[in-house]
């Protein structure tokens, strides 16, 4: 289902809790609202469709890539770079990494390791903030 975006800053800012296997629909409601918004979009963590759970999604090729409890074990060549965010207004400088590794759960509840380098990195290092109640 397409859920509205939110944009309170104070709520965006809390720590997401991990998520389990009865999080999974929360998927569905992600990659629905990515598509709604696909545009102007290319990522989204759950706390962005107010769901406090470590759930995001990234346009990383033909299809979102959801990921349950991500974090990011290995990152390489800090740059600076402006982004922007759907729950906030503007755009704004931060720090990011040109290479990372991130672990996650993925939708069939299985481990997995992916390593990432150029955008795709930057906009999984930006959900995963959101999950951690970094706001750019």
């Known amino acids: 289902m397409i859920k509205a975006i939110n944009k309170d800053v104070q709520l965006l800012s809390q720590v997401s809790q991990l998520a389990s296997r009865a999080d999974l629909p929360i998927a569905q409601d992600l990659k629905d609202t990515l598509a709604a918004n696909g ?4 990522g989204m963590a759950a706390n962005m469709i107010g769901v406090p759970k470590r759930v995001i999604i990234a346009s990383l ?3 979102p890539v959801v990921m ?3 974090v990011i074990i290995a990152k390489s060549g ?3 770079t402006q982004e922007g965010c ?6 704004r400088s931060t720090t990011r990494f040109q290479k990372i590794t991130v672990r996650f759960t ?3 509840w299985t481990q ?4 990432l380098d150029a955008f ?7 959900e995963i903030d959101h999950c951690n109640g970094i706001l750019i």
């Not at 545009?39 to 290319?42: E, Q, S, W």
């Not at 997995?112 to 390593?115: A, D, F, R, Y």
């Open 39 to 42: 545009d102007h979009c290319v």
């Open 61 to 63: 090729g033909p299809f």
């Open 68 to 70: 349950f409890n991500p």
């Open 78 to 80: 800090p740059y600076q």
């Open 86 to 91: 759907l729950s906030l207004a503007g755009q």
């Open 106 to 108: 993925n939708e069939q």
């Open 112 to 115: 997995q390791e992916l390593s």
């Open 120 to 126: 795709p990195a930057e906009i999984v290092q930006h």
